[in-house]
C-alpha cells in the first residue's frame, strides 16, 4: 500500500491544523461508502474554506498525490472511495452562506446536507428539488458531483437543472468561477453544467449557487395498477404528452409489487405493473390537475385506480414504494443496485428483458422507479456468501448494461459512474467521445491527481 510523503505529511499538519488526521480510527472512518467497499484513504483533509482546498490540491499536486473530494459517503458506485489518496472532508464547510428570496436562489459551501437545506429553505417558502432517498445524509457538493435526483426529477429536474453557478478548484488548484446568480446566461462556455455530474474528476466545487422553486401549498396522489408493464408504459406517454406535469410518477413490475405486498406488508393487489402519481400545486387548480393525470392513466390495461382523499390516504398510496427497502433486505443480504435508463416507449421491453435475465440466472431481479424519465433502479438480489448466486449476479451486470444500451438507454440516471460502471463506459461511448472526454479531463486536472480511476476508463 503507498504510503504519504513525510514532507507532504508535514505540510498538510501546518497548512490544516485540526483540519489534518492520518490516525487509523479516521482511516476506517473514511474508508468506505454507500457501494460497500472498502480502500483506506492516506490521510482525511478537512478543509475550512476555499482558499485552503486550493492550497491543498497545490501542495499534493506537487508531490504527485491524488485527491477524492467526498460530502456524506453515500456513493453507491465507489465514486468517494479514496484508497492510495488524500480524502478531502467537506464537513468544515457547510454553512449556507445566503438565501435570497427574490431571486430564489441559495448560494451554500458544498458541506451542507440536502436535508438541512431543505429544512432552512422551508421557513421562506422555498425547496431545493433534487431529492434523493439519503437526503439526510448526503451533502450539496455529493448532490452535484454525481448529479442527483429523485422521483421529483420528473418536474423539477434533477441537480444539473437546478445549479446556476459553481465556484471549484481545479487539478491545478486554481479557483474558478463560473456561472452566477442568474437563469440565463449565454456567456461563454457552459463550464458550470460540465463540472456537475462529473465525480470530483475534473474540480473540486467549494461553493454552489442553487437554483430554489416555490414550495407547493398542496399535493395529491394517485395509484394505477395494470395487467402489465407495458399497459403501464403507455399510461406514462400518455401522463407525460398532456399539460399537467406529475411532480412524481414512479413505477413498480409485478416482482416489486409482490415483495412489498408479501414481505413489506402494503395494502395492494396483484398486478404486473403499478403506477404511482404524484400532483402539486396551488389548493384552487389542484384538483383540476389530479383529474387531468387521471383521465391519461385510464386506458388499455388498466385494472384498478385509486385516489387519496387527503394526506393520510396518499401515505398509504406510497406505502409499496417505501416497503420496498425493507423487503428487499428480507430476502437478499445484498444487492447490485442499478439505475438504467431508456426512452419512456422503451420501458417495457427493458422490463421484460429485466424479467427474462432473472429467469436465467436464478436470481431476483426488481425494476422501479422514476418512469416519466425512463429511469428505472434493476435490482439484482443476491447473497455474497453464496459462491454461485455471487458468480451470477456479476454476470447477470454486464447484460443488464447491454440491454439498456441496445435500448438507446444509459448506464446510469442519477448514481453516477464511478468504479463499479467505469469498466463499461466503452460500450457507452465510441473512441472519439471518449478522447474528448480525456481532453476536458486533461484540461482541468493535467497531472490526474482528482478522484483517479473513476468514471473514464483507461485509454
Not at 505529511?9 to 454507500?34: F, N, V
Not at 457501494?35 to 478543509?47: E, I, M, Q
Not at 480524502?87 to 435570497?100: G, N, T, Y
Not at 436470481?363 to 428505472?376: D, Q, R, T
Amino acid at each position: 500500500m503507498p504510503s504519504l510523503p513525510a514532507a507532504l505529511e508535514t505540510e498538510l499538519a501546518e497548512l490544516l491544523g485540526e483540519g489534518w488526521r492520518s490516525d487509523a480510527a479516521i482511516l476506517a472512518a473514511h474508508g468506505g461508502d454507500g457501494s460497500r467497499h472498502r480502500a483506506a484513504p492516506l490521510g482525511v483533509a478537512t478543509p475550512a474554506d476555499r482558499a485552503q482546498v486550493g492550497a491543498l490540491v497545490r501542495a499534493c499536486r506537487r508531490h504527485r498525490v491524488p485527491l477524492v473530494a467526498r460530502g456524506g459517503g453515500t456513493s453507491s458506485t465507489g465514486a468517494a472511495l479514496a484508497g492510495g489518496a488524500v480524502a478531502v472532508s467537506f464537513a468544515r464547510m457547510d454553512r449556507i452562506l445566503d438565501i435570497r428570496t427574490d431571486d430564489r436562489i441559495a448560494i451554500v459551501e458544498p458541506g451542507v446536507r440536502n436535508g438541512a437545506l431543505q429544512h432552512a429553505l422551508a421557513a421562506h417558502g422555498l425547496f431545493w428539488p433534487p431529492d434523493p432517498a439519503s437526503a439526510d445524509d448526503c451533502t450539496v457538493g455529493g448532490n452535484l458531483a454525481c448529479n442527483a435526483g429523485g422521483p421529483r426529477t420528473v418536474k423539477y429536474g434533477a441537480s444539473r437543472d437546478n445549479v446556476l453557478g459553481l465556484a471549484a478548484v481545479t487539478g491545478t488548484g486554481d479557483i474558478v468561477t463560473v456561472g452566477g446568480a442568474t437563469t440565463k446566461d449565454a456567456t461563454g462556455y457552459d463550464l458550470t453544467h460540465l463540472i456537475v455530474g462529473s465525480e470530483g474528476t475534473l474540480a473540486l466545487i467549494v461553493e454552489a449557487t442553487l437554483k430554489l422553486a416555490p414550495l407547493p401549498e398542496a399535493r395529491a396522489s394517485l395509484r394505477a395498477l395494470y395487467d402489465d408493464a407495458a399497459a403501464a408504459a403507455a399510461a406514462v406517454a400518455r401522463i407525460m404528452a398532456q399539460p399537467a406535469a406529475p411532480s412524481m410518477l414512479e413505477f413498480m413490475d409485478a416482482a416489486c409489487i409482490r415483495l412489498a405486498r408479501e414481505v413489506g406488508g402494503a395494502e395492494i393487489a396483484e398486478a404486473g405493473a403499478l403506477l404511482l402519481i404524484e400532483a402539486d400545486g396551488d389548493a384552487a387548480t389542484l384538483p383540476h390537475a389530479l383529474d387531468a393525470l387521471e383521465r391519461a392513466a385510464r386506458g388499455a390495461g388498466l385494472r384498478a385506480i385509486e385516489r387519496a382523499a387527503d394526506d393520510a390516504a396518499g401515505a398509504r398510496l406510497w406505502a409499496a414504494r417505501k416497503a420496498l427497502s425493507h423487503a428487499q433486505r428480507a430476502i437478499a443480504p445484498a444487492k447490485l443496485n442499478e439505475d438504467v435508463v431508456v426512452p419512456v416507449s422503451r420501458i417495457p421491453a427493458l422490463v421484460d428483458g429485466i424479467q427474462a435475465l432473472a429467469r436465467e440466472f436464478d436470481l431476483p431481479i426488481i425494476a422501479f422507479g422514476h418512469a416519466g424519465n425512463g429511469n428505472l433502479h434493476a435490482n439484482i438480489l443476491y447473497d455474497p456468501a453464496d459462491a454461485g448466486q455471487d458468480a451470477r449476479a456479476h454476470a447477470a451486470l454486464p447484460r443488464l448494461f447491454a440491454l439498456a444500451l441496445s435500448l438507446g438507454g444509459t448506464l446510469s440516471g442519477e448514481h453516477g459512474i464511478g468504479t463499479a460502471k467505469r469498466g463499461f463506459m466503452r460500450d457507452a461511448f465510441d473512441a472519439p467521445t471518449l478522447a474528448a472526454m480525456r481532453a476536458v479531463k486533461a484540461a482541468l486536472d493535467p497531472d490526474g491527481i482528482l478522484n483517479p480511476g473513476k468514471v473514464l476508463p483507461e485509454a
